[in-house]
């Protein structure tokens, strides 16, 4: 399991730490790199929205959610008859980006993990006093709380030189 101890971002931006790889030569005053996980888990942290990704007998689908994080898990809330709700209970990833387009830079963080929906009435409301921004945009009730634990997450960022 990934390491996710280090100091969080500053800025949207990522400050790239000493574990991060150079993925390949700038190109026109840019430089593509991996950034730790660390680093990957720090720029998750404010939440906001991501994407997950699951597979159904029709294929994979991607599906927009709005998240936070809490403790060492992606929070997302769903309602009880979407196709999230129906796959909260599996393996699945999870992707948010960041584009920076004054600057020609950004970033984007992949996790790998497992979905778990919180039926646990203490953990509902544990997450929902750890997670009082976490609104879903979508109308309705979205009272089905779903915990991603990654597995593996990696990212990577560009950014000029």
Known sequence: MASWKGAASSSGSPALD?????????????????ISPTECFNLLEPG?????GF?????VMMLPVNFAVSGKAIIFRTAPDTLLALHA????????????????????VLVHGHAHQVTDEREVQHL????????????????????IVPTHISGRSIRPC
């Open 18 to 34: 000493q574990n991060s790889v150079p993925l390949g030569m700038p190109a026109q005053g840019r430089v593509l790199r991996a």
């Open 48 to 52: 906001g929205i991501g994407r997950v």
């Open 55 to 59: 597979t159904t007998a029709d294929g």
């Open 89 to 108: 209970d599996a393996r699945l990833s999870f992707e948010v980006d960041h584009f920076d387009e004054a600057f020609n830079g950004g970033w984007s």
């Open 128 to 147: 929902e006093g750890a997670t009082p921004h976490l609104q879903p945009w979508a109308p309705g009730a979205r009272d089905v709380y779903v915990r």
